[in-house]
């Protein structure tokens, strides 16, 4: 069984830093890629980042390339999502999750508010 526990969200001012952690655990086998999407109020969910797992290899979304990183201590079952000079445009609630190609097991979410 597959579980996923997102820390981190909070408040912070434009230009400040954020670094939400999502403890995972489970199957291995289950989660071959780690997710991190977003919700904006009233809107669908968006995917922020993604990393597979068993080469490290990571992709973002155009939004937010050169401001996020996405990490991992296997160490420690958790993936991290940096987030850098952040805007009042990513605020919203932060979903960790993990799968296959595609998400098939989700966190309760995180929210993430930026002060203008």
């Known amino acids: 069984q597959v579980q996923l526990v997102e820390s981190g969200g909070g408040l912070v001012p434009a230009g400040g830093p954020l670094n939400p952690s999502c403890s995972f655990s489970g199957p291995t086998s289950s989660m071959a890629y780690m997710y991190w999407y977003r919700k904006f109020l009233g809107k669908g969910r968006e995917l922020v980042a993604e990393i597979r797992r068993s080469v490290g290899q990571v992709d973002y979304a155009a939004s937010v390339k050169g401001r996020f990183t996405i990490s991992e201590d296997n160490a420690k079952h958790t993936v991290y999502l940096q987030m850098n000079n952040l805007k009042p445009g990513d605020t919203a609630v932060y979903y960790c999750?993990?799968?296959?190609?595609?998400?098939?097991?989700w966190g309760q979410g995180t929210q993430v508010t930026v002060s203008s």
């Open positions: 999750s993990a799968g296959g190609i595609g998400a098939d097991y």
